[in-house]
């Protein structure tokens, strides 16, 4: 089982990458603990995504969420 930080050293990249493709949902891991866990690797995961990789499967990323709506200022005049 691989940490974060190992599976990023391995795969020369930072572990903001490594999150990032956990939230989209492209890499999978076990999350063992209470709470939110900690996140491990197995070396079937990690084959796993590169294996969709290699055949050029590209998942579709998710959509990016439109920015919220601003309520006007009850107390500032732009007069």
């Not at 795969?11 to 209470?34: D, F, T």
């Not at 055949?55 to 200022?73: D, F, T, W, Y």
Request: net charge positive.
């Amino acid at each position: 089982m691989l940490t974060v930080a190992e599976v990023a050293e391995r795969w020369k990249c930072s572990p903001a990458l490594i999150y990032a493709l956990l939230n989209a949902g492209q890499l999978h891991c076990y999350r063992l603990g209470l709470g939110r866990g900690a996140i491990r690797f197995s070396e079937q995961h990690l084959a796993d995504y590169l294996q969709t990789k290699e055949n050029g499967h590209q998942e579709s990323s998710a959509p990016i969420p439109a920015p919220a709506r601003v309520k006007p200022l009850k107390n500032l005049s732009l007069d």
